[in-house]
């Protein structure tokens, strides 16, 4: 997770790897790592660099490290002894104690409270509106198997009557409800000339029915004429 660096003016020999590695929590690979020797102590002026990042951490965390971190890190480390260090090694507790006690794990773990809290509070107001919400789907249910087929039962009514009024006006009934007209004005136009000859009707009374008949007939049959014209064209 973190990495120090300090540097002497003198440099020691470094310690062979079973010396470390049989004490160490670490893998042989991380103690015994090329860049890793031993620190300074205020007996001895040697120089070193210990690596005290876990091995977990170090595939799962960016290998990158601030300036600033870099810096927070000497300054926590450089007044420990070797044994310390050591310890700090071999020792996962005083390695955990050592991890909590940075500030931007500090930080982590605030931040990660508050999450929980917020989450248990949100999920326990979820909880308590769960009453209301069985309400709610009741009554989504009674209103679909009542009130909603009602409405769907009339929104098909009015569909239906739509349709019938629309092939009512359609311009193919207009024409037919037009031609059975002029057949129907044609017909009683025929009734009225045979009443003319059976002389069941005198000529002035079948003048009069018969051109009115006559007019009407030939007034629609220009209207059924242009409408069909229209129509096709």
Request: charged share 30%; glycine share 2%; net charge positive.
């Amino acid at each position: 997770m973190f990495k120090s660096f300090w540097g002497s003016q003198e440099q020691q020999p470094q310690p062979r790897p079973q010396d470390i590695s049989g004490q160490s929590w670490y893998p042989p690979s991380v103690v015994t790592s090329p860049g890793s020797s031993r620190p300074s102590t205020p007996s001895s002026s040697t120089s070193s660099s210990f690596s005290l990042q876990r091995p977990s951490d170090r595939s799962q965390s960016p290998s990158h490290v601030s300036p600033a971190e870099a810096a927070g890190m000497i300054v926590l480390l450089k007044d420990k002894s070797i044994d310390e260090l050591r310890k700090l090694l071999s020792d996962k507790d005083a390695y955990n104690q050592l991890l909590l006690s940075l500030d931007q794990v500090k930080i982590q773990n605030n931040l990660r409270d508050e999450l929980r809290k917020e989450t248990l509070q949100l999920a326990r107001e979820n909880l308590e509106k769960e009453p209301q919400i069985v309400e709610l789907r009741n009554q989504c249910r009674i209103i679909r198997t009542t009130e909603l087929a009602a409405a769907q039962e009339k929104l098909n009514e009015l569909e239906r009557q739509k349709e019938e009024i629309l092939k009512f006006y359609s311009p193919a009934c207009l024409l037919h409800r037009l031609q059975e007209t002029m057949n129907k004005t044609e017909e009683e136009s025929e009734t009225l000339h045979r009443q003319l000859l059976d002389r069941e009707m005198d000529l002035g009374a079948f003048v009069q029915k018969y051109k009115r008949l006559r007019t009407t007939y030939h007034r629609r049959a220009l209207t059924h004429l242009a409408a069909k014209t229209s129509s096709t064209g």
